[in-house]
């Protein structure tokens, strides 16, 4: 059994980041795997990095749960929307505010801790562009930025990621095709 953490790095509930992000749980739980999902704008928690890496800002309740979620996981599994060519400001902060004690400390002495070594990733990104275009003419920024700069900064390998497009436009039955799609990668935890 491995254990999945999954985070929906999204400012409104109930939306299909949401349901990918449960449908990547479901999968991997009839997999027999441990999966918690942590969904953003469930969360309590201060977005904002008050310190600026200079003062270790402490965890509210939510972020340590996530954090000790994260810590476990084998695998880490992000969700989000892409809005302004980037990630959603609540899941940017999440990230910041989650990792920050960990950054901080070490960078101080000129080190640079793969505080996530050893584990794999998966990285959903909805859009309403096509995905194609996102990735050819728009060169996927936001998803090599989370990749190269985040996960495989902090060990993530492999980062795998899925990218689906014209998400208003695709209508009920292709987002229940996405959706299985999703409990297929769950199962199978890639």
Known sequence: MKRAVIIVGHSRAGTFCEAIGEAYRTGAEA????????VTSKLAFDPILRGAYVEVQPREPDLEAAYSALRAADHIVLVFPLWLGTLPAILKGFLER???PEIIEPAKTGQFVKVL????????VTMGMPGWIYRWWFGA???KMLRRNILEFMGVSPVRSTVIGSVEQ??????????AEMRRLGERLS
Do not use: C, D, T
């Open 141 to 143: 920024h936001a998803l």
């Open 31 to 38: 997999a027999g795997h441990h999966a918690q999902i942590f």
């Open 98 to 100: 989650i990792l920050q």
């Open 117 to 124: 070594a050893g584990r794999s990733a998966r990285v959903v």
């Open 170 to 179: 695709i209508g009920p039955a292709r987002r229940a095709r996405w959706l």
